[in-house]
């Protein structure tokens, strides 16, 4: 598969070359590159602070809704858990009958108009990949999409009167007022990459950005969670907000031809193709839920989109190893939607994801006590009745 690496479970071993001499010279090269890029990461993080203080005097607009607005984030582009996150919030939401809307940014989307409403079973070309992962976790959800997130709010207050109005990867955006804040900070980030901000890293501003956060959630697989956090009190521990764990569990499996139990998917062989940034995560859940190994598993980039040639391989491959089923992220899920008949004769499924919040610092309150409170102090006064 164009883009991909193949990693093969059992006797379907194959060479390695991810450490040639060849990738070891590209590696160092770039480690040069981004400390040359170092000055350059520092001048992009003095201008957002001075945007943030522009906004804070009063010296640029600043949107402020006529709801409790939340803003969920993470420091890089690629940050996970933003979406399981804010369709916790969602799905908190309609439970306690709390009208919600979410604004999310354009990202890699390329909508036909501006706003865009997202609707379930859209083309994901049209809303973005996390905009249309929302939808299809939480099909009420109200999403607008747009480049320009003060058009969207307006847009969103004047067409739904939500209660509740989720700013989607919005951390540290300075444009639009929030009661709530909530970033969202992984391993990597409280790592190797805290407070590299780009071009030198992945930061899109540096740390300063996080002294505004209402509480910070560190997500990780089951297995990292306890040293993501470990590596949160030491980077955050004194901020004296609380840190919140985030991680998920697979709550059942789905496709084309419904819903289906794991125990099903055992009875017949399967590859699976995964994102980079589940490498550590979802090998080892597949293996947990399904009680077998794949017979291949193909790790593709987060932001690869498949082509022709792509899909004609994988089916190859499916239909040497013997395999029917294919098993997949929900994100590439509907990037391989978009094979249409390319993969005909094989079944491609998909989880629903269960977030789960694991031990927190600086707090006795669970995540959904804690929340619960930070909004009802937020709406004190302001929610009226529907």
């Known amino acids: 598969m164009a883009g991909a690496r193949r990693r093969p479970e059992g006797r379907n071993k ?50 402020r809704p006529d709801a409790v607005v939340v803003g969920v ?10 979406v399981l996150l804010t369709s916790w919030l969602l799905g908190w939401a309609g439970a ?36 249309a992962l929302l939808a299809s976790y939480v099909p009420e959800a109200r999403c607008l999409v747009d480049s320009d997130p003060i058009r969207a709010a307006t847009a969103a207050m004047q067409a739904f009167s939500p209660h509740m109005l989720i700013l989607q990867d919005a951390l540290g955006d300075p444009r639009l007022h929030r009661d709530t804040e909530l970033a969202i900070l992984t391993a990597d980030d409280l790592g190797a990459g805290w407070n590299r901000v780009f071009p030198a890293g ?74 980079e940034s589940d490498r550590e995560l979802l090998p080892d859940m597949l293996r947990r839920h399904i009680g077998a190994a794949p017979r ?26 013997k395999a029917r089923n294919i098993l997949t992220s929900p994100r590439f899920e509907l990037k391989l939607r978009q094979g249409g008949t390319g993969l005909y004769g094989h079944a491609v499924w998909t989880y629903d994801p269960e977030v789960v919040f694991g031990p927190s610092l600086n707090t006795d309150q669970s995540f959904l006590a804690w929340w619960e409170s930070a909004f009802l102090s937020a709406a004190k006064g302001r929610i009226r009745p529907r």
């Open 73 to 82: 984030g993470g420091m890089s582009a690629e940050s996970r858990g933003r």
């Open 296 to 321: 291949m598993i193909f790790f593709v980039h987060d932001r690869h989109r498949f082509t022709r040639q792509d899909f004609e391989f994988l089916r190859a491959d499916a239909e040497r190893l």
């Open 14 to 63: 194959r060479p390695s070359a991810f450490f040639s001499p060849r990738d070891r010279i590209v590696a160092l090269l770039r480690r040069l590159l981004l400390a040359l890029m170092v000055p350059v990461s520092r001048l992009y993080a003095l201008w957002m602070r001075i945007r943030v203080r522009l906004h804070t005097m009063g010296l640029c607009r600043t949107c």
């Open 202 to 275: 992945s930061w899109r501003c540096d740390a300063s950005a996080l002294q505004n956060a209402s509480a910070y959630c560190v997500f990780a697989g089951p297995n990292g969670l306890d040293a993501a956090l470990a590596a949160a009190k030491g980077r955050l521990g004194a901020t004296g907000k609380p840190i919140f764990s985030l991680t998920f569990d697979i709550w059942r499996w789905r496709g084309q031809g419904g819903v289906i139990a794991s125990g099903e998917l055992a009875e017949s062989p399967y590859i699976a193709i995964l994102g």
């Open 96 to 131: 306690q009958d709390v009208g919600a809307a979410v604004v999310a940014p354009l990202a890699e989307a390329k909508p036909p108009v501006l706003p865009y409403q997202v609707t379930p079973g859209g083309d994901p070309d049209d809303s973005g990949i996390e905009a």
